[in-house]
């Protein structure tokens, strides 16, 4: 909430001083000058921010559970933060909508006359050219592999529920864990998805795919067509593949389906689920 705070003031002063003050949605800046100040000062917009964040039912847990449980259009016609943003979404949609839905028309219609001269200019280069992939399957392939980032130090391609315990962090954003979940992981309950080879729970595995925004949930599937994961990230050195992709750093970080699986059985009672799926071991 206060970062929030800070960048809606920061945005709403670039926004005055940047944008061409045709370009305004009427009224706002001449209205946030009324009630708050000069235009020019960064005071202004951090008046308004806090007030609008002080007045909103985003906020207030409240009047918010009270506006879910019956909606209606008077709180949100005023409330500070619905009316803000859709002023400046009306003026997007009124002014500039149609406009930039006419130039990626105008541009779709340009692209496909520039590759027909190009198809007709060189017949053999088109056969060397890739096919857009929009609206269509996309299929990369890869291998799971671990790797050693520097000197002396080396990433499985695996991790487990022990790992899970390790970095257990009562309450901590990013490290909790459900009582239900250790005591499970303690117990050494893993039922059917448990690793042979290993005895234990395998949480994630690390594959040389290449992954980017988009790709998070994307099904892992094996050379025999089975479902064992979905890729959800990418590993630090995997930061500039957008530039350069290594091929011995970047790895592509993926949920196991063993894991999955025990969280919707063990963990979370629904064994309704798994009855009706086909796990091959």
Same mark, same amino acid.
């Given at each position: 909430k206060p970062s929030d705070e800070k960048i809606l003031a920061a945005v709403l002063k670039a926004f005055y001083t940047d944008i061409d003050k045709n370009q305004h949605p009427t009224g706002v800046y001449e209205s946030i000058r009324s009630n708050y100040g000069d235009l020019n000062d960064d005071a202004t917009y951090k008046k308004l921010a806090a007030d609008v964040f002080a007045r909103t039912v985003i906020f207030d847990d409240t009047k918010w559970a009270m506006f879910i449980a019956r909606p209606d259009a008077a709180t949100l016609q005023s409330d500070p933060a619905f009316n803000l943003a859709s002023n400046f979404v009306k003026n997007y949609n009124t002014k500039y909508g149609p406009l930039f839905t006419a130039f990626n028309n105008r541009n779709n219609e340009l692209g496909r006359s520039y590759m027909k001269g190009i198809m007709q200019m060189?017949?053999?280069?088109?056969? %060397?050219?890739?096919?857009?992939?929009?609206?269509?399957?996309?299929?990369?392939?890869?291998?799971?592999?671990?790797?050693?980032?520097?000197?002396?130090?080396?990433?499985?391609?695996?991790?487990?529920?022990?790992?899970?315990?390790?970095?257990? %962090?009562?309450?901590?954003?990013?490290?909790?864990?459900?009582?239900?979940?250790?005591? @499970?992981?303690?117990?050494?309950?893993?039922?059917? *998805?448990? !690793? %042979?080879?290993?005895? !234990?729970?395998?949480?994630?595995?690390? /594959? /040389?795919? !290449?992954? =980017?925004?988009?790709?998070?949930?994307?099904?892992?599937?094996?050379?025999?067509?089975?479902?064992?994961? @979905?890729?959800?990230?990418?590993? *630090?050195?995997?930061?500039?593949?957008?530039?350069?992709?290594?091929? !011995?750093?970047?790895? =592509?970080?993926?949920?196991?389906?063993?894991?999955?699986?025990?969280?919707?059985?063990?963990?979370?009672?629904?064994s309704h689920i798994i009855n009706e799926l086909k796990l091959v071991k």
């Open positions: 060189n017949p053999e280069a088109v056969k %060397k050219m890739y096919p857009d992939a929009n609206f269509s399957m996309r299929v990369s392939y890869g291998s799971v592999k671990s790797y050693k980032p520097r000197d002396a130090v080396h990433y499985d391609f695996v991790t487990t529920s022990k790992g899970l315990l390790e970095k257990y %962090k009562a309450g901590d954003y990013e490290f909790d864990l459900p009582a239900k979940q250790i005591e @499970l992981i303690k117990k050494r309950d893993f039922g059917q *998805y448990a !690793d %042979k080879a290993r005895k !234990d729970l395998v949480i994630g595995f690390i /594959t /040389t795919n !290449d992954i =980017t925004g988009g790709n998070s949930g994307s099904p892992v599937i094996d050379a025999n067509g089975n479902l064992i994961g @979905l890729a959800f990230d990418g590993n *630090y050195e995997a930061l500039s593949h957008k530039i350069a992709f290594d091929k !011995d750093l970047n790895r =592509t970080i993926c949920v196991d389906v063993r894991y999955v699986l025990w969280c919707i059985d063990k963990l979370g009672g629904a």
